[in-house]
């Protein structure tokens, strides 16, 4: 079967009369049979991200913060030093990971977070 997975993004700013509107949308085959979505709470030391029986990297991930005050970060080692993502309270992000390593940091206090992903 192919065209299993569907993914779109979008960003749309207006102000003083300038204006950005773009959207990206995208179908992938999945070859493999895995996807997850579950809950993780993320303390403020880095801990890997789970990501369920998905081995190897995922094609997307989909992650949301479900905090209402604390931001979390993100990045591919425990030190968060290979890349770093910052997520603030209540927004969501969606990539591609380049490795299944993937680790989270709250900032002040523990942070709730949905992980989905799909296998590649």
Known sequence: ???EVTF???LKAVKNGAIINQSSNMVADMTGNDMMQNTQNIGTTAELVVFGDITGAPQQVMIKNLDATNFIELGGDSGLT?????LPAGLSCLFTPSSATLYAKANTAS???MVAAVEV
Do not use: D, E, P, T
């Not at 290979?82 to 910052?86: D, P, R, S, Y």
């Open 1 to 3: 079967m192919a065209n």
């Open 8 to 10: 779109s993004c979008s």
């Open 82 to 86: 290979v890349f770093k993502i910052k």
């Open 111 to 113: 942070v709730l977070i």
